[in-house]
């Protein structure tokens, strides 16, 4: 008899209902609380804006919440969404960069209600120090991009690495980045965290090596892959890399599924993205917490 221990059993169910990490929940919504503007690294194909609504990317978003505003905010979608499953981090810039607002955040949210599901994003740069932290805030599902298990590679995808206060530049950025996702990872999964790893395929950079990052993923214990299109980005150190066609990506994701469970349905979605992956609501908000108080 296989025992299944109650923390088992309550990510399980959590599982169920999270849009992102089961495609069979897609009545239920997720929130987006834009409250981490700082990053710790820089991703050759990342720009951040915050004041972009007509745009559907990572990095974007209306506005930056404090704690306090993304906590109004949450009981204001937690109103009218009646389906809202989920509270996420993710960005503008990294969470576990900015962990003193999510610790707040989540705690408050916590002290209203004690089931929603609490998922966040990282870079994975700071995951050693916090892992732990994100356990005992109640976070279940965590998703690190993690682009590259050489660094060689990753030397060409990251511009630098801030690591306790030091610039890394190359190669040896994307070392200290490699070596903290990886033990990072295995600390999560560990500790019975469902990771899900992001993997941006980047033509002619890390395209041919994605299968190499699945594999290890999969040794470390995560959960699942979701291999994604670079969105050139104007400005960006990226912005004129050819696109890696929907067939190549399908292609990627097919073969990779060999190796362990992909996502398919990824929306790429906003920092302040609310509402079912298929319908976001997030404009009916995204003023809207700044006229009531706590
Ligand atoms: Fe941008 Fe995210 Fe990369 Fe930071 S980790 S530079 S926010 S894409
Ligand atoms: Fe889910 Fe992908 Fe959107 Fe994140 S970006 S909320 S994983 S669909």
Redesign the pocket.
């Known amino acids: 008899v296989i025992e299944v221990s109650e923390a088992e059993k309550t990510i399980a169910e959590k599982t169920a209902t999270h849009p992102c990490f089961n495609c069979g929940a897609n009545d239920y919504a997720r929130m987006h609380l834009p409250i981490a503007p700082k990053?710790n690294?820089?991703?050759n194909?990342?720009v951040?804006k915050y004041d972009c609504p007509n745009e559907s990317r990572?990095?974007v978003t209306t506005q930056v919440l404090n704690p306090k505003e993304a906590f109004i905010k949450y009981k204001e979608v937690k109103k009218r969404v009646p389906n809202l499953s989920v509270i996420g981090i993710a960005?503008?810039?990294?969470a576990l960069a900015n962990f003193d607002e999510v610790k707040e955040t989540l705690q408050l949210i916590r002290e209203q209600d004690k089931n929603v599901t609490f998922c966040l994003s990282t870079?994975g740069l700071m995951l050693p120090q916090y892992a732990t932290d994100l356990v005992e805030l109640g976070v279940s599902h965590v998703t690190i991009?993690m682009n590259a298990v050489d660094p060689v590679i990753g030397g060409k995808i990251y511009k630098y690495v801030n690591f306790m206060g030091v610039n890394y530049f190359g190669e040896a950025a994307a070392a200290i980045l490699l070596s903290n996702q990886l033990t990072g990872i295995k600390m999560l999964a560990l500790k019975g965290i469902v990771c899900k790893v992001n993997i941006v395929m980047i033509k002619g950079i890390n395209d041919t090596h994605i299968p190499e990052v699945v594999k290890k993923v999969k040794e470390l214990g995560g959960s699942i892959t979701n291999i994604m299109q670079l969105i050139p980005v104007k400005d960006s150190v990226f912005e004129d890399l050819p696109l890696v066609s929907n067939q190549e990506i399908m292609a990627m994701r097919k073969r990779c599924g060999e190796t362990m469970k992909q996502m398919y349905h990824c929306k790429q979605c906003r920092a302040d993205a609310i509402g079912t992956l298929g319908n976001d609501v997030s404009f009916e908000f995204n003023a809207c917490h700044k006229t009531e108080g706590i």
């Not at 960005?91 to 990294?94: F, Y």
């Open positions: 990053c690294i820089s991703c194909y990342c951040r990572p990095g960005g503008p810039g990294d870079n991009t």
